[in-house]
């Protein structure tokens, strides 16, 4: 079992011998010094300039500063919601739209993608919200769903074109019709390699939701703004970062957790599993056969 492994290690790359192993560890050395002398020095500038004195993280013991954070981490949860949704629906719709036989909505459907996908969001959200003048949190979802559902919309028709031609020529020889393969082939198939990507894309979305505070969106970063220039003493900009940052690190990491998650569940499922197929044996011949 171990000279298998090794032949199978070697066909990758080759094995690290004494001298290489000892050269990676020393750079492992070097490296893990380098990123502790680099926190270190973070640590002592916080400490230099009294980032850590009760002064400066006194307000977050306020309940009107704790309802506040909430709030924002509310809304911002809210928009996310919603942009995700209708982002993944208008990235269905505009990938059924680039995978039609039918030459004109092809067209249609590559020109909104490429527009939207090329626009940037920014620029979409202030659009909406200044010459369409549509409220702030429509404007945001607005401007994250057409960003990220043409994005999507990518990822959809390559995780179908993804799956081996013949499973398609197969299911259309069994009298499928287009709906049915996509429906019961191509995307039970597909998923697999979408969602990694869906999931990335995703994180890029609950990120952009902070872009609502410049259009007064009270999400959890205009919460964060509102404390650290409103407060009448030591302006306490980095202890707010330091409590709003771990949130949105801990809601990307949750969103990954969850990919993880729905990729092992996909393994398991019985659907997507390969089947066993069991060895030919000897039986009884059909009749007129030799």
């Given at each position: 079992?171990?000279?298998?492994?090794?032949?199978?290690?070697?066909?990758?790359?080759?094995?690290?011998?004494?001298?290489?192993?000892?050269?990676?560890?020393?750079?492992?050395i070097?490296s893990?010094?380098?990123?502790?002398?680099?926190l270190?020095?973070?640590?002592?500038?916080?400490?230099?300039?009294?980032?850590f004195?009760?002064?400066?993280?006194?307000?977050?013991?306020?309940?009107?500063?704790?309802?506040?954070?909430?709030?924002?981490?509310?809304?911002?949860?809210k928009?996310?919601?919603?942009a995700?949704?209708?982002?993944?629906?208008?990235?269905?719709?505009?990938a059924?739209?680039r995978?039609?036989?039918?030459?004109?909505?092809?067209?249609?459907?590559?020109?909104?993608?490429?527009f939207?996908?090329?626009?940037?969001v920014?620029?979409?959200?202030?659009?909406?919200?200044?010459?369409?003048?549509?409220?702030?949190?429509?404007?945001?979802?607005?401007?994250?769903?057409?960003?990220?559902?043409?994005v999507?919309?990518?990822?959809?028709?390559s995780g179908?074109?993804?799956?081996e031609?013949?499973?398609?020529?197969?299911a259309?020889?069994?009298?499928?019709?287009?709906?049915?393969?996509?429906?019961?082939?191509?995307?039970?198939?597909?998923?697999?390699a979408?969602?990694?990507?869906?999931?990335?894309?995703?994180?890029?979305?609950l990120?952009?939701?902070?872009?609502g505070?410049?259009?007064t969106?009270?999400?959890?970063l205009?919460?964060?703004k509102?404390?650290?220039?409103?407060?009448?003493?030591?302006?306490?900009?980095?202890?707010?970062?330091?409590?709003?940052?771990?949130?949105?690190?801990?809601?990307?990491m949750?969103?990954?957790?969850?990919?993880?998650?729905?990729?092992?569940?996909?393994?398991?499922?019985?659907?997507?599993?390969?089947?066993?197929?069991?060895?030919a044996?000897p039986?009884?011949?059909l009749?007129?056969?030799?």
């Open positions: 079992m171990t000279a298998q492994l090794s032949r199978e290690a070697t066909a990758l790359y080759d094995i690290p011998g004494p001298k290489t192993q000892q050269r990676h560890l020393l750079y492992g070097v893990t010094a380098l990123i502790l002398a680099l270190g020095w973070i640590v002592y500038l916080l400490f230099d300039t009294d980032q004195t009760s002064t400066k993280w006194t307000p977050f013991e306020y309940e009107g500063i704790q309802r506040l954070l909430l709030r924002g981490l509310g809304n911002t949860l928009a996310f919601g919603f995700a949704l209708f982002s993944l629906v208008l990235g269905a719709v505009l059924t739209g995978l039609s036989d039918h030459r004109p909505v092809r067209w249609l459907a590559t020109l909104v993608v490429e939207f996908r090329a626009m940037p920014l620029v979409m959200i202030f659009f909406i919200f200044v010459a369409l003048k549509v409220q702030p949190l429509p404007a945001l979802v607005a401007g994250l769903t057409l960003y990220n559902g043409s999507l919309a990518e990822v959809f028709r179908v074109n993804s799956v031609r013949g499973q398609k020529e197969a259309f020889s069994l009298g499928m019709r287009k709906t049915q393969v996509m429906t019961y082939v191509l995307v039970p198939q597909g998923i697999r979408m969602l990694p990507t869906i999931i990335s894309q995703l994180v890029v979305a990120k952009d939701t902070s872009l505070y410049l259009i969106y009270e999400e959890f205009h919460a964060g509102l404390i650290a220039s409103n407060l009448d003493y030591d302006l306490p900009f980095i202890p707010v970062v330091m409590v709003i940052s771990p949130i949105y690190i801990g809601m990307c949750l969103l990954s957790w969850f990919a993880t998650w729905m990729a092992r569940r996909q393994k398991r499922n019985p659907k997507t599993e390969a089947v066993e197929v069991a060895p044996e039986g009884t011949l009749p007129g056969v030799q």
